[in-house]
């Protein structure tokens, strides 16, 4: 998976390939940040620390449209609950206010990229 997604390698020593989504929710235990490339769709990876299910929990991220699930490490092939998000988000809004609802499973980390148009 890392070296088949130029936005998890291509800029690791810059500071154009990292950009943090949710950096200050210690009520919820979640982080998010985004990872791009000049040549790849951008990933985002939300990273939920608690053993809570996080439900309708909203994630902003930089385009609307869809975003495809790529890791869930709640699946059953990780031998997690399976808890998800059907393999998929749709993120909606415009400029600064878009953002996607989802479930974050508990003690999971989930990854999402941009589909491209």
Not at 25 to 39: E, G
Not at 40 to 63: K, Q
Request: charged residues 20%; proline residues 9%.
């Amino acid at each position: 998976l890392y070296r088949s997604r130029p936005a998890l390698h291509a800029r690791d020593c810059e500071p154009e390939g990292f950009s943090w989504l949710i950096v200050d929710d210690r009520d919820n235990s979640v982080f998010a940040w985004l990872r791009s490339a000049p040549d790849g769709n951008p990933i985002a990876v939300i990273s939920n620390f608690t053993p809570v299910p996080r439900e309708n929990y909203r994630v902003p991220l930089p385009r609307a449209g869809e975003w495809r699930e790529i890791i869930n490490t709640d699946a059953a092939d990780y031998g997690g609950s399976g808890m998800g998000n059907g393999g998929m988000v749709v993120a909606s809004g415009e400029g600064d206010g878009v953002s996607a609802t989802m479930l974050l499973p508990p003690l999971s980390t989930i990854m999402l990229e941009l589909v491209a148009d």
